[in-house]
């Protein structure tokens, strides 16, 4: 009997991701002394930790029957609704926006985990309505019923993001969302009023005054820099300066310029990338960006790969969450997308981004080995008479 595998290449870009992002959060702390720890090792020996919790978070829900992940689902969602529901009753305001609870040492960022809900929430909404039909197929459908479930699903935590508010958090849940809505069948017209419902949204939220002074500054600074280049457009001016200082080699790990002035804010979480841009080179953050493409392309393959409505559209959603967040990661640190402070997949400091990654590994390997037990099931289980419902 064959014994079912994991997918290595997914395996090994990830810890090669994991590992290389926890150099670059070392190199952008070495020279800072956390007040609270009183040496400079605190972040690096934090991370590490974190590391280590979200590989034991990936092999439990690798080692999950797939049976149970389906069960869990529906708590998984309603335990990320009451996380948000408790960051605006009791939570702690980082940078402007609430979004953060505190648990005893630890700092939790439920929004987080609430990307990974809804995308098993509507996962498993569209498959649950495919077994009833029993005969959609494995496209799983896509009709109004279908999108209707998803957009609710996907609608209440969206609403209590926006309160906190977490603009960069609602940007890729909202591409993940649209992902997920156009790979269950939906017709493209309906995409199309979704991406114009999400336009007209924005806009309607622009003029009714209901961003911060800073989230609108963040934007007018990233259609104009030089608009306030000591204040809004300040992080992007010196992330650029940083990844541009890097040429083709980087000026090597550790020896950074930019980074160990301190130059550029929040550099082992948000803008973890310009420490790779400065330090390794075009060469090294290229190595990185392609490490990420191999975790989106293995997610997708998965998708591809397995007859089940579930798992693919939640391989499916997987992928897109990543490709989006760390496009707009990426893309604020270069320029080409505004400052909304998403960390980078696998690679920022912090444990809720990292836990939550984690746990969409451990999902990503519980598919793709169901989809290699299931054929083999078929072909060793004893004919049977199809009776209908």
Not at 176 to 192: C, D, F, K, M, N
Not at 205 to 231: M, S
Not at 238 to 250: P, W, Y
Not at 272 to 299: D, K, N
């Amino acid at each position: 009997m064959k014994v079912p595998r994991l997918d290595w290449v997914l395996m090994v870009a990830v810890l090669a991701l994991v590992t290389l992002g926890t150099l670059l959060v070392w190199s952008a702390t070495s020279h800072r002394v956390d007040l609270t720890a009183g040496d400079s090792t605190a972040y690096l020996r934090k991370q590490l930790v974190n590391v280590a919790i979200g590989l034991v978070l990936m092999v439990v829900v690798l080692a999950t029957d797939h049976r149970w992940v389906r069960i869990v689902a529906p708590l998984v969602y309603l335990g990320s609704i009451a996380g948000l529901v408790l960051v605006l009753m009791m939570g702690s305001t980082v940078n402007g926006s609430r979004s953060w609870l505190q648990l005893g040492g630890m700092s939790i960022q439920p929004s987080e985990f609430a990307k990974l809900a809804v995308v098993i929430g509507m996962a498993l909404w569209v498959a649950e309505r495919a077994d009833v039909r029993h005969g959609a197929g494995p496209r799983g459908g896509g009709g109004l019923g279908d999108v209707t479930g998803m957009l609710v699903i996907a609608a209440v935590p969206a609403a209590l993001i926006l309160l906190q508010p977490d603009l960069g958090t609602m940007l890729v849940l909202s591409a993940t969302v649209l992902g997920v809505v156009a790979i269950s069948g939906a017709p493209r017209r309906w995409l199309a009023l979704l991406a114009a419902g999400g336009v007209t949204a924005a806009v309607a939220a622009v003029a009714g005054g209901f961003l911060k002074q800073y989230q609108l500054e963040r934007f007018l600074a990233f259609t104009n820099p030089d608009l306030d280049p000591r204040g809004a457009g300040y992080n992007v001016e010196q992330a650029r300066i940083a990844i541009g200082s890097g040429g083709l080699t980087g000026e090597g790990l550790f020896g950074g310029s930019q980074t160990r002035a301190g130059f550029v804010p929040e550099q082992h979480t948000d803008f973890v990338f310009t420490v790779a841009g400065e330090e390794l080179g075009l060469l090294g953050a290229g190595l990185l960006i392609a490490l990420l493409g191999i975790v989106i392309w293995r997610a997708l393959a998965i998708a591809t790969r397995t007859d089940d409505v579930f798992g693919r559209l939640a391989a499916a959603g997987i992928a897109c969450w990543f490709a989006f967040q760390a496009f707009q990661n990426i893309g604020m640190c270069l320029g080409i997308m505004p400052v909304t402070g998403v960390p980078l997949p696998f690679v920022s400091y912090g444990g809720s981004s990292m836990f939550a990654g984690m746990l969409a590994i451990g999902l990503l390997q519980n598919i793709h080995l169901r989809a290699q037990a299931a054929p083999a099931a078929r072909l060793g289980a004893a004919p049977r008479v199809l009776v209908s419902r």
